[in-house]
Structures are given as C-alpha cells and as structure tokens.
C-alpha cells in the first residue's frame, strides 16, 4: 500500500485539537478512539546494577542515584507526551504504579512534573520470583540447574514459590482490560518493571510468551501501547530511552 493510500492516516486534526494519525501508525478503517497506555520502566537500583533478580516478593530496593536521574528524564520524555512528541495522542491524565519502592519513587517524580495524583495497583507489579529473588543469574543456575532459560524462553515454568512468564502474562492482560474498560480517547501513565512491562507488550501484539523476553526495556525507558476495543491493538513505542531528554 502507497503511502497516498493510508486509510485514515493522514485526516485533519481532531475536534481536542490532536494532530492527525501519522503515517506508519496501526492501519484503521474506523475513527475508534483507544485508550493509551504509557509503560515507564523505574530508574536504576543496587539490583540493577547487580543484575539480581529483584521481584515483588520484596517492596525494596529504592532506586539509586543513577536511577533518581533516569526517573527525572522520564518525567520529562513523558511530559513531551501529547504536546510536541506523539501529538495524535492526548496529553496524560492518570498515573498507576507498582507498589515497589523503586516504582513508587519514579512515579513520584513523574507525578510531580505532570501534575498529577498516584494510583497504587499491585496488578502491574514485578513478576514474583519466589526462591530466587535476589539471586543472580549465576547463583540461580548454580542452585536450580537448567531452569532460568526455560523460564524465560519456555514461559510455563515457574521458580520455585513464584510466577512463570504466562502467569505474569494473565496478571497484565487483566490490568490492561481494566483500563480500556475505564475509558477510552485518554492516556494513562503505568510505572512497572521489565518482566512486566515485556508482557504487557507482549500481550499486546499477540506474541507467544516464550518470545517476550526479546524485547529490550531498559531502566527507565518508555514504551506505548493503544488499546481499541475491537482488538486490533497498536505498539506505538518500544523501550525508548528517556536519557538526555529535556522539557
């Protein structure tokens, strides 16, 4: 298809004065509104740096110094929402976080810059992973030989005490049901973790949960998804990095 024949690409703006669907988004052959969902991975931690395995069996650790710098360049990428960066998309009204330390601090300082109260849901937490929390990759191997790869690449088994990769899966699927039954032509803002994140995209676009784990979402990064009611969902953004950004 030709980019002159986009059905309805390139439109006038609408009547809340968006910009028009730019080319290249998701093809629609209707004016349904979605509801979008901007996914922000928290800042940096100690567990980060040391690549354990930090779920939500535990609320810490907080973020670092790195990480409070990162959270404050995702404040301003997301701020750029809807105004001079993905102008078809409204500017953000709401704001959900984890319940993790890390999340609440980064949603913090989201909020803070947008102007806006936080909403706590434990539905869009870190993946549980049980007895290996705080493990690394190493010490995990070491301990249950043969089975972090299949947990990330198989998707169904789970650690034990904790969540497989389809367990996570089921849990975004709910969360992200919830907000496009809220509403739609608005978009929230959910601070979250990797694992969860990757589901939550990964549900999205429909993809078999044993390819989730390909995604790259690093430490405060942005991802967008626009949820329609018919399904025919759009992946907007990818794991952008929020460093460097300013207002």
Do not use: C
């Not at 043969?146 to 709910?174: C, N």
């Not at 509403?183 to 549900?203: E, P, Q």
Request: aromatic letters at 4%.
């Amino acid at each position: 298809m030709s980019d002159a024949a986009e059905p309805l690409e390139t439109n006038a703006a609408d009547p809340a004065g968006r910009a028009p669907r730019p080319s290249g988004a998701g093809v629609r052959f209707d004016e349904e509104q979605p509801v979008t969902v901007v996914l922000v991975r928290h800042g940096q931690t100690t567990m980060t740096v040391s690549r354990g395995y930090s779920g939500s069996g535990e609320p810490g650790p907080p973020l670092d110094e790195t990480g409070l710098r990162q959270a404050r360049d995702a404040a301003n990428l997301v701020d750029r929402v809807g105004r001079d960066l993905w102008g078809d998309i409204p500017y953000p009204s709401e704001i959900i976080v984890s319940p993790m330390v890390r999340t609440q601090q980064t949603g913090a300082i989201i909020a803070e810059r947008l102007g806006l109260p936080i909403r706590t849901d434990a539905t869009f937490q870190e993946a549980n992973f049980g007895e290996w929390q705080g493990l690394t990759a190493e010490q995990i191997e070491e301990r249950w030989p043969g089975q972090l790869e299949p947990w990330h690449t198989k998707a169904d088994l789970r650690p034990p005490g904790g969540e497989s990769i389809e367990d996570v899966g089921r849990r975004l699927q709910r969360g992200l049901d919830g907000l496009l039954a809220e509403g739609v032509d608005r978009t929230v803002v959910v601070v979250s973790h990797a694992v969860s994140i990757r589901a939550a995209l990964g549900v999205t676009m429909g993809a078999q949960p044993s390819s989730w784990s390909q995604l790259r979402v690093a430490p405060a990064s942005v991802s967008i998804v626009r949820l329609f009611a018919d399904r025919r969902d759009e992946i907007a953004v990818v794991g952008v990095p929020s460093e460097g950004w300013s207002s």
